[in-house]
């Protein structure tokens, strides 16, 4: 709730023409309490982004100390021209629409049980979350112990022969499972605070008008706490694309199941490859970039009408 | 009373960690503490030959034994992460063979010279020697060495193949009577892919890397390519060939599905602990050939022993390395760890036949094994043979010198994407 009273604060204050005293104090404590916050974050972000930048415009192999130099834009062209960075994104865009999209659902799904659950509350909500208190490495290394073929469950019970981690469907099966199963508590936790949002008695007064569950569902529900489902959906897409643990552990990139988290790392890691490393970083920060302003604008009307509404 | 005697052994213990750490520390005075970075061998020699080498130093150096990650990819990684971030704390280091032209290059390992590098070359078999030599200098020890054999079924083949074309025939017969015929081999996507294909090739005659640094691929390279494609494309293949490493190798010649498989000597015991039957029909013979008449020159590993660029105590760490793979401990290595020494004498040794029936073979192929590409780039030029040759029934021998060229290239010119 606070939060969308301070929007409301926010969004009409450039409206008002003169800025009293008082605000203008206000304003400059404000900045004076957050400058250290702001400080350190300078710190510990702004220089490692600029870092990659300046490095992402050098030849710079750390097997190669004497040759690097000033290349300008090449790396970017080195990447944009290879067609393993356009497999490499296409095989991200499909793990990430996926899993975000089931993630949706489940998470709805879970977040609607945890939302109406009568008894035993806490237990419902504690176990919910339970995968998303796991370390993503471990979460990993469990379900690539399931689906092995010698020790795992999932290939006996699915009738499968050969190594399942050693094919593509298969692999993207796996891959999309563990990401799912780790993160739907996530997606579900952030649609929950949403419904908490949502008062009871337009639900009681659809009800009398006659309208059934699934009604109240799209017709109240949904259109309430679309600032929370697009928060999330944000929140998730932007994660799913930096994908790297599950499928490290996975499949550490075999079978075209490569993305470009893994593709960076085996440039900067493997091959010391600090130009074409960070080149790939960069890309893939102005991606992330890309994904959040066309979420932000895309969706981000609705958000207003949203707030003028309520 | 209990509550008492708890805190009495504690301050006991804190007083003697203080103690043993006052002792150690050894401000300047001590002996010097040596840092070993080798891959975990389950048999604890290393550390054994770590203890008798300190205690033999007179108090000069004392050596802790560092273990790496398991895989040899994870080894190299952690390696050049700390040597290019000139970490002193890496004073010997054991090398795997391939790693020679690339850690020499950048300087994160010192030469061995002058006597130093007669004192570990004396006696030891000449192309374990060419693995740690690089523009002309010696960068390390030759501790141990490797190299695959051919193992099969007595009961299946009464006289092994001396060729490939042989091999893939025996197997067809095998076959066709409904018998166990499969060829197991190393076929997944890494490093195995390429001693493969290095081997089929230097056995046809050819080379992948010239002394200049130029493609040397040619019509042996597509011989190579025909007998990898033929075996995964025909009855020899395994089902789980393009996920075959030489775990799974040893595992599907152990289930006794194959009759026969390429791989090193830790097989042997193996198949003489979890499959006696298999074990009582179980021949060696030398690496098959490719060209008829010629034996294979298969591709030699193994580790060399390396002094780290940034040590800080550089003569004891050579003095060290030099005792951790003196006679004695290759042949504790040989005899423990199952590791085949470089040293020459030590094949002669009556108390290796036992554990080691196929000894004469193995310093017979080591004599003409094959190097891989010495380049500072090998990591990017293994990956691109491997992912050029993955999955091996995929593979296309007419194009196979074109597309092989072009990516090794753009394997060594660090300007490319991989």
């Not at chain 1, 450039?14 to 350190?40: M, T, Y």
């Not at chain 1, 979460?139 to 073929?149: G, M, N």
């Not at chain 2, 025909?226 to 289930?255: C, H, V, W």
Request: hydrophobic share 45%; charged share 15%; with cysteine.
């Amino acid at each position: 709730v606070s939060t969308t009273t301070a929007g409301r604060v926010e969004a009409a204050a450039p409206k008002r023409k003169k800025v009293s005293d008082r605000a203008r104090a206000e304003r400059r404590l404000g900045w004076l309490l957050c400058a250290p916050a702001v400080i350190v974050m300078l710190l510990v972000t702004a220089y490692p982004i600029v870092n990659a930048f300046v490095l992402s415009l050098q030849r710079a192999d750390l097997r190669f100390p004497d040759a690097n130099k000033f290349i300008g834009f090449d790396n970017y062209g080195t990447v944009l021209s290879s067609s393993l960075w356009w497999d490499d994104v296409f095989h991200t865009v499909l793990i990430t629409a996926v899993s975000v999209a089931i993630e949706l659902v489940l998470g709805m799904l879970l977040a609607l049980v945890m939302h109406r659950a009568i008894f035993g509350r806490g237990t419902v909500r504690t176990s919910i979350l339970i995968p998303y208190g796991i370390v993503t490495v471990v979460a990993a290394f469990s379900w690539r112990y399931a689906w092995s073929l010698d020790s795992g469950w999932i290939p006996g019970l699915l009738g499968i022969k050969t190594d399942p981690l050693a094919q593509t469907g298969w692999s993207y099966v796996a891959i999309i499972i563990t990401e799912v199963w780790k993160t739907t508590p996530f997606m579900a936790l952030l649609l929950l605070a949403g419904l908490a949002l949502v008062p009871d008695e337009l639900h009681e007064a659809a009800k009398v008008d006659g309208a059934n569950a699934f009604q109240r569902f799209f017709r109240i529900t949904v259109p309430l706490i679309k600032p929370a489902i697009l928060v999330a959906l944000l929140f998730r897409t932007l994660d799913a694309f930096r994908i790297f643990d599950s499928v490290f552990i996975l499949t550490a990139g075999q079978n075209n199941t490569e993305t470009v988290s893994i593709l960076g790392y085996n440039q900067l890691l493997n091959r010391l490859n600090l130009g074409l490393g960070s080149a790939i970083s960069v890309l893939i920060f102005l991606l992330v970039a890309a994904i959040a302003f066309v979420f932000i604008k895309g969706f981000g009307t609705s958000l207003a009408a949203q707030r003028g509404e309520t | 009373m209990r509550r008492r005697g708890l805190v009495l052994s504690t301050l006991a213990v804190l007083a003697a960690s203080l103690v043993a750490t006052g002792c150690g520390g050894g401000n300047g005075k001590g002996p010097a503490q040596l840092n070993f970075y080798i891959f975990p061998e389950p048999s604890g020699s290393f550390e054994k030959a770590a203890k008798e080498c300190s205690q033999q130093s007179n108090g000069a150096y004392s050596i802790t034994v560092n273990t790496l990650p398991s895989d040899a990819d994870g080894q190299r990684q952690q390696l050049v992460r700390r040597l290019s971030a000139r970490d002193s704390s890496i004073d010997i280091i054991g090398m795997d063979v391939i790693w020679t032209a690339e850690f020499a290059q950048a300087g994160w390992i010192k030469p061995w010279t002058g006597a130093r590098a007669a004192q570990v070359t004396q006696g030891t078999l000449p192309v374990p020697i060419k693995t740690a030599t690089y523009k002309g200098k010696l960068w390390g020890a030759p501790a141990n060495s490797n190299t695959q054999l051919l193992w099969y079924r007595k009961d299946l083949v009464r006289t092994p193949p001396k060729t490939w074309a042989q091999m893939l025939a025996m197997s067809a017969a095998l076959a066709k009577q409904g018998k166990p015929h499969i060829i197991e081999v190393q076929g997944r996507q890494y490093e195995g892919l390429t001693v493969w294909f290095n081997s089929l090739n230097a056995s046809a005659g050819g080379s992948i890397i010239g002394p200049t640094g130029n493609v040397t691929l040619g019509a042996p390279a597509v011989r190579a390519a025909t007998i990898m494609k033929t075996l995964a494309s025909g009855p020899a293949a395994d089902p789980g060939l393009s996920q075959a490493q030489e775990d799974q190798a040893r595992l599907g010649f152990e289930s006794g599905n194959a009759a026969f498989e390429v791989n090193y000597p830790f097989v042997w015991p193996s198949a003489q602990e979890n499959a006696p039957k298999i074990f009582k029909n179980m021949g060696f013979a030398p690496w098959p050939g490719v060209n008829p008449g010629q034996p294979a020159r298969v591709t030699i590993g193994g580790i060399n022993f390396g002094v780290g660029g940034y040590t800080k105590h550089p003569n004891e760490a050579f003095a060290a390395a030099a005792c951790l793979r003196n006679s004695a401990h290759q042949k504790l290595y040989a005899l423990k760890g199952g590791l085949p020494p470089t040293l020459n004498a030590l094949y002669d040794d009556p108390s290796l036949a036992k554990p080691y029936p196929f000894k004469d073979l193995i310093r017979q192929q080591l004599n003409t094994a094959s190097i891989r590409p010495q380049s500072p780039a090998y990591a990017d030029i293994s990956l691109a043979i491997s992912k050029g040759l993955s999955p091996p029934d995929a593979i296309n021998p007419p194009t196979i010198i074109s597309s092989l060229t072009s990516q090794l290239k753009n394997a060594q010119d660090s300007g490319a994407l991989l």
